[in-house]
């Protein structure tokens, strides 16, 4: 099946900084979601990006569906950023589920 | 509803005894997920309605694992004779048939005793 890597695994900031995560995915996919999972649990939908580039506030992501990768881009980081962010993929074919990577631990300090 | 409403939050069984783990998806939503988290790890799917058909459910991990969803709204997941490696957080999440992506519950964490 189609595998997901994401990196860095771990990662510390101090607040104001920028970072970028990468997700890798092994074939073609149909959805690309970026998560991010706040120390509650909840699993807050960042990003619906199959392909090309969106922004959100400080948050932007690009995904090269042809390449086969993800970035996730977080510019002046927050304590709020806080939490682990996951990048999941739906593969092509009409499989209907996401497959999630292991998910990058983000930690910013003030 | 406004979200995916997932109960109870938090169930602590007793190793042998049943659960029964409620979703409520976004009104609408013809898709509906289930996912099992791990600590530590990334949300592993387990089974998927499409209404009230369940279309795939290879990721159930044994024959204690059974999910419905008998009206295409509202799905349970039942775990019997629960056993210390089912605990773990139980996701649902319910999408739009226009595709605009997942939208996930707050999650049920279990954990056996």
């Known amino acids: 099946g189609i595998q997901v890597e994401q990196s860095p695994p771990d990662l510390i900031l101090q607040e104001g900084a920028n970072s970028t995560l990468r997700c890798n995915f092994s074939?073609?996919?149909?959805?690309l979601q970026w998560f991010h999972q706040n120390p509650w649990g909840q699993l807050i939908n960042l990003f619906y990006?199959?392909?090309g580039t969106k922004q959100n506030g400080r948050l932007s992501a690009t995904t090269v569906a042809t390449e086969r990768y993800s970035l996730l881009y977080i510019s002046s980081s927050q304590t709020t950023d806080s939490g682990v962010y996951f990048c999941?993929?739906?593969?092509?074919?009409?499989?209907?589920?996401?497959?999630f990577g292991a998910g990058t631990r983000l930690a910013v300090h003030p | 509803g406004a979200g995916v409403s997932q109960s109870p939050r938090y169930k602590v069984a007793k190793r042998g005894q049943d659960v029964a783990l409620r979703c409520d998806p976004i009104?609408?939503?013809?898709?509906l997920f289930w996912y099992q988290q791990a600590l530590g790890q990334g949300p592993e799917f387990l089974t998927y309605f499409q209404n009230e058909a369940q279309l795939d459910k290879s990721g159930l991990p044994s024959d204690r694992f059974f999910a419905e969803r008998p009206e295409g709204s509202v799905s349970t997941l039942k775990i019997q004779r629960t056993q210390q490696e089912d605990s773990a957080v139980y996701l649902c999440?319910?999408?739009?048939?226009?595709?605009?992506?997942?939208?996930f519950g707050s999650g049920t964490r279990l954990t056996v005793v």
């Open positions: 074939d073609s996919v149909n959805n």
């Open positions: 009104s609408g939503h013809v898709s």
């Open positions: 990006i199959p392909s």
């Open positions: 999440a319910s999408s739009s048939p226009a595709g605009y992506g997942y939208t």
């Open positions: 999941a993929v739906e593969p092509s074919g009409g499989y209907n589920k996401l497959i």
